[in-house]
């Protein structure tokens, strides 16, 4: 067992300080040429195995450690929470190769503590790929930004302009999030529990592979079933529809009942599934009456389709700067002037079923 460091205190401010643990020196070579390519990050530490990233955690002052899955001598799994015990602070991606099961693996770690996952690169080829290189350093730079907001004293915000919320009750809750999404889509499910009165879709910037995955997890830590939407399917109050990998989620109806709709339709937002159209459909299906709650993610997609929500007479929340990896969908609709709240992402489920009552916040 390992005693809990005293690493967990603030940093200096500077460069995101990252450990890079893979027992391919190909593949740590490629991912430290990307992250050290970048003037805001510094890679401090790189190892071949689990057990040498625990040894080196306790002097490296690190703020990320990209942490591979199958290793010799101690793989990532196990090696996960010896690092959180030695630094309950650092974050941890998982490396997961783009298989059933490492989708698995990675979405354990993740309710085991991990603060995201990253497809881990199979060649050269793929790491230099610019989707791999924008995700990789988002994710880097957002989570190291994150553990240091948590460690020190919280500065003075700018108010943002708020709206009163509709006071009738939604048909719908929708939800978008992109970057440290799985994350928060699982404090998210837990907070609204069983008795929700609406359906639920979600949009999820995720790989194909991962999905099925994601909405499996989600259905084992809260207590409503979520599976990938399926395409003509009804939508049920209480249950949980994630947008498929690679498809868009459209939502279609009348008055009586809602149906899914799938559609391969070009990306949007560089992203497929996208928020943006998940949420236009929305509004006109139940004419306004949805709420939307926007997580963590990088970007603005969502922005517009929060928009014809509220305009048409739904509510948004986001989650707020410091509780996000990255203030990206989010911060997009607060500071537009859409939200009806912007909330820590614990707060933000109480506040979903108060206004899914009819209340208004």
């Known amino acids: 067992m390992l005693p809990a460091s005293p690493a967990t205190a603030a940093q200096p401010a500077g460069k995101a300080r990252v450990m890079l643990c893979d027992d391919s020196t ?16 510094e890679v401090v530490a790189k190892v071949a195995n689990g057990q040498e990233a625990v040894n080196a955690i306790r002097d490296a002052h690190v703020d990320v450690v990209v942490l591979d899955i199958e290793m010799p001598v101690m793989d990532g799994m196990t090696a996960l929470p010896l690092l959180l015990r030695a630094d309950a602070g650092v974050r941890v991606i998982m490396a997961s190769t783009l298989t059933t099961r490492g989708a698995d693996i990675a979405l354990r770690a993740l309710r085991l503590g991990a603060a995201d996952y990253i497809p881990k690169p199979s060649t050269i080829g793929t790491a230099s790929d610019d989707s791999f290189r924008r995700e990789l350093l ?44 799985p994350q928060a889509l699982f404090t998210l499910v837990q907070g609204l529990g069983r008795a929700l009165s609406v359906p639920v879709v979600m949009t ?25 939407a399926r395409d003509g399917e009804s939508l049920l109050a209480g249950r949980i529809y994630l947008a498929p990998g690679d498809k868009h989620l459209l939502v279609e109806g009348s008055r009586s009942a809602l149906r899914a709709r799938l ?86 489920a109480p506040r979903l079923l108060e206004m899914l009552k009819g209340g208004r916040a």
């Open 26 to 41: 190909v593949i740590r070579g490629a991912l430290a040429r990307i992250l050290e390519a970048d003037p805001e990050i």
């Open 138 to 181: 988002e994710k880097v730079k957002g989570l190291a930004r994150q553990r240091r907001r948590a460690s020190l004293p919280s500065a003075p915000k700018t108010p943002l302009a708020l709206r009163t919320a509709p006071a009738f009750p939604a048909r719908l809750l929708a939800v978008g999030s992109s970057t440290g999404g």
């Open 263 to 348: 559609s391969e339709d070009p990306p949007e937002n560089f992203c497929r599934p996208s928020v943006d159209p998940m949420l236009r459909s929305a509004a006109a299906a139940c004419e306004g009456r949805v709420l939307v709650a926007m997580l963590t993610g990088m970007g603005r997609d969502g922005l517009e389709g929060t928009k014809r929500v509220v305009e048409a007479g739904g509510a948004a929340v986001a989650q707020d700067e410091a509780s996000s990896v990255v203030w990206g969908m989010p911060g997009a609709i607060a500071q537009a002037g859409l939200c009806h709240a912007v909330l820590p992402l614990p707060k933000i």
């Open 204 to 228: 999820q910037h995720m790989p194909a592979t991962f999905t099925p995955i994601l909405a499996e997890h989600l259905t084992r830590i809260g207590v409503m079933p979520c599976a990938e």
